[in-house]
């Protein structure tokens, strides 16, 4: 068996004060790292695990301890070892220190497609080329335009045998949601719009 590589797509956190101290509701973190890939032969949706935060006065993690295990101990230790660069708001008294937090970890699995790409600088071009392909219009043919210069993207181009992991998390999941031949509305990346095609799954036998 193959074993699949799936990407950490998004955080859904809840939490809880350690001890007797009152639930904190602004102790949302407000600077956190990319979770690790998690590579496995098992299909999962999500993991889940739970972790106890020591902070320091500043809100920087000063020490971090694994709760509960999401099944997998070898991901856990390299999840840890990110979260420990996570920051939060600066604790208001000693007991607020302590933070313990559920993080559920939504899961999408990483493929290598080939992925047609048409780039702009507005979104209002953007957004008139998308009419133009529900229209009808041919993304090939706008590819094609855009290498001669005759349009409004940036850029066009067909990108061959891409691993999906690549792309930022959202885009991944987008391109795993897209259906094979359809295109995307226009998304912004940094300061571009981007409309994404889906070619399909490549496979090293055909």
């Not at 904190?24 to 299909?43: G, K, N, Q, Y």
């Not at 998308?130 to 993304?139: M, N």
Request: hydrophobic share 40%; with cysteine; net charge negative.
């Amino acid at each position: 068996m193959v074993t699949a590589t799936l990407l950490a797509a998004s955080l859904f956190l809840s939490h809880s004060m350690a001890g007797c101290a009152a639930q904190r509701e602004t102790a949302e973190p407000i600077r956190t790292t990319d979770l690790p890939v998690f590579e496995s032969d098992e299909e999962k949706d999500q993991l889940e695990f739970s972790v106890l935060f020591l902070l320091s006065e500043d809100g920087t993690v000063e020490d971090l301890q694994l709760i509960s295990s999401s099944g997998d101990a070898r991901w856990d230790s390299a999840a840890v070892d990110s979260m420990k660069n996570w920051q939060f708001p600066p604790p208001g008294d000693p007991e607020e220190k302590l933070v313990r937090r559920t993080v559920k970890v939504e899961i999408i699995p990483s493929e290598t497609l080939h992925i047609g790409e048409l780039v702009f600088q507005e979104k209002n071009d953007a957004d008139l080329i998308y009419s133009r392909l529900r229209a009808g219009a041919s993304f090939e043919r706008m590819v094609r335009e855009t290498q001669q210069g005759n349009t409004l993207a940036l850029e066009g181009r067909i990108r061959k045998e891409v691993d999906t992991s690549e792309y930022p998390i959202e885009i991944s999941k987008l391109l795993a949601q897209l259906e094979e031949g359809r295109f995307s509305k226009p998304v912004q990346v940094n300061d571009k719009f981007i409309i994404f095609k889906k070619y399909g799954v490549f496979r090293s036998d055909t």
